[in-house]
């Protein structure tokens, strides 16, 4: 070792002691043989410097903490799996995701590929091993960007306990999907007419409007796109009465109905070879999906109805009886 002179201990107040090595003002500790790491303190800008010239790396075997000068409040935590707190001591998370708490509740969470590419902005969740769960006890929220998918899903839950288990419920997922023709956009709460008028929801492909859901203070209005000057080949002499009397209207109760409430209405496949635009869907459809554990599971793709697109065709097939008994009565 090699002997420390006088010149080596200038601007060093002292060595040893109960205090250890103290150092001056702007009298740097340096280290490696090009001197690539020094510390100091700089006294003009009370900052305490880190210098570097390759990448700086900070090496804890448990948890790094930065705490305030009475070192009694974690400013920031960063656990040995890579997830940090601001401002708290974040949760122990699930080791396939990368989490940043922020103050009591809020969380930004990342995963890896093999999670999905999930990317999830919330509110008073983590996530263990197996399951989503509450920090404190109250509600929690999320936004949830899943790259795999192309999907964003917006889910909440009521109230639970600490550290108890959350069931979400997904109120609204965005999803793209690519088309003929281009691709659909959905926009909320775009604008307000000056008529008072508002318009909840526009659908558009490609910037051009294709249909709306408008309100006023009274009432709440479904539109669909139905201007002449989108149209072609149109056609007032067909027959609609032959059309009409091929469907079958029906009685029904749903199954999922405790009270068996009748009502009237259509099976979507029996509309779907006379009124097409009416019904949505192939009679009985299935998908395949990868559920929450996982594993791939099968679920039923059920078909539904739009009963206004059965308007045209009863407005003309009572237009063709009128014709009939103003023939007959003349």
């Known amino acids: 070792m090699p002997a420390i002179s006088g010149a080596n201990l200038t601007g ?8 250890g090595v103290d ?15 020094e510390i100091y303190h700089d006294h003009a800008n009370s900052q305490n410097v880190l210098l570097s010239t390759s990448i700086p790396t900070v090496f804890a075997s448990n948890d790094l903490n930065f705490a305030n000068g009475a070192n009694d409040t974690f400013l920031m935590s960063i656990k040995n799996d890579g997830t940090v707190g601001i401002g708290t ?29 999930y990317f ?38 009521t109230a639970g306990s600490a550290d108890g288990v959350i069931t979400w419920k997904e109120p609204f997922t965005i999803c793209h999907q690519s088309v003929t023709g281009g691709d659909w956009c959905t926009i909320l709460n775009q604008s307000i007419e000056p008529n008072g ?55 029904f109760n749903w199954i999922s109905d405790d009270t068996n409430t009748t009502l009237d209405g259509f099976l979507a496949h029996e509309v779907t070879g006379i009124v097409p635009e009416a019904a949505h869907g192939i009679k009985d459809e299935t998908e395949t999906y990868t559920d929450d554990d996982g594993n791939e599971q099968t679920r039923p793709v059920y078909q539904g109805i739009d009963q206004s697109k059965l308007v045209p065709l009863l407005v003309k097939t009572i ?7 103003t ?4």
């Open 120 to 157: 999830e902005v919330g509110a008073n969740y983590y996530r263990d091993s197996s399951n989503f769960k509450f920090i404190s006890a109250d509600k929690a929220c999320l936004t949830e960007y899943q790259n795999s998918t192309g999907k964003i899903k917006f889910k909440t839950t």
């Open 12 to 19: 060093i107040s002292s060595v040893g002691g109960a205090t």
């Open 89 to 117: 001591t974040p949760e122990t998370w699930n080791s396939s995701l990368t989490a940043l708490q922020i103050g009591e509740v809020g969380v930004l969470a990342g995963g890896n590929t093999a999670w999905g590419g």
């Open 23 to 37: 150092f001056n003002d702007n009298v740097k500790a340096r280290f490696g043989t090009g001197n690539d790491l």
């Open 197 to 251: 008028t508002v318009y909840y929801m526009n659908f558009t492909l490609d910037g051009s409007g294709k249909g709306a859901i408008r309100g006023t203070s009274n009432s709440v209005s479904y539109n669909t796109s139905s201007d002449y000057r989108l149209k072609e080949n149109v056609d007032y002499t067909w027959d609609a009465t032959t059309r009409l009397k091929q469907l079958k209207p029906c009685r």
């Open 319 to 325: 237009q063709e009886l009128e014709a009939r008994i």
């Open 327 to 330: 023939a007959l009565e003349s």
